[in-house]
């Protein structure tokens, strides 16, 4: 199993002979990816749905990643189900902001560490958040294996109009 030898252990690797292959034993190569490797760059993809700070998290380059992913089904598969996880998230916490709101305490503390100031903050404009989802849908809906063809139902894009209608009454109310 590749990442399982030892530092300097030999390891028996296939090698391509004219035309005929046979094993030999030879030094673990260092930049293959362990089994450790491979689950951390999954939880770092599901959790940012970027591949170049999952390769960073893992001491791995982006291209060896990509790389990989092209060789390798089994490794391809385990990405999009982790991209999967994350839109799924990233949609859930979207809507969960568009329709819920939210917002954040600033508090200021003097010397003897009274409070001097409170100050609420407003979530950002989350139609930028918005527009990444629709941008990621065809995507995500390839990953999922639906088909996302004939574009949102008419149920869905109510859905998403009330959605935006309460974003924008709530900005209204706080006087944004």
């Known amino acids: 199993m590749a990442g399982s030898a030892s530092e300097g252990e030999l390891v028996p690797q296939r090698q391509a002979i004219g035309g005929q292959k046979r094993v030999q034993k030879r030094k673990q190569r260092s930049d293959t990816w362990t089994q450790a490797q491979v689950r951390e760059f999954m ?15 893992v001491g791995k ?47 200021t503390l003097d010397g003897e560490g009274a409070v001097k100031t409170r100050k609420v903050k407003r979530a950002p404009n989350l139609s930028v958040g918005l527009r990444l989802w629709q941008h990621y849908r065809e995507r995500v809906a390839k990953i999922r294996g639906t088909s996302d063809d004939a574009g949102p139902t008419p149920e869905e894009q109510a859905q998403v109009r009330r959605a935006l209608a309460e974003i924008r009454r709530r900005r209204a109310a706080a006087g944004e």
């Open 43 to 57: 939880a770092v993809l599901a959790e940012s749905c970027n591949a170049s700070e999952a390769a960073r998290a």
């Open 61 to 107: 380059c982006r291209q060896g990643a990509y790389d990989r992913r092209r060789r390798d089904p089994a490794f391809a598969r385990a990405w999009d189900a982790a991209l999967d996880q994350g839109y799924a998230e990233l949609e859930l916490m979207l809507m969960r902001a568009a329709l819920h709101g939210s917002e954040s305490e600033e508090i």
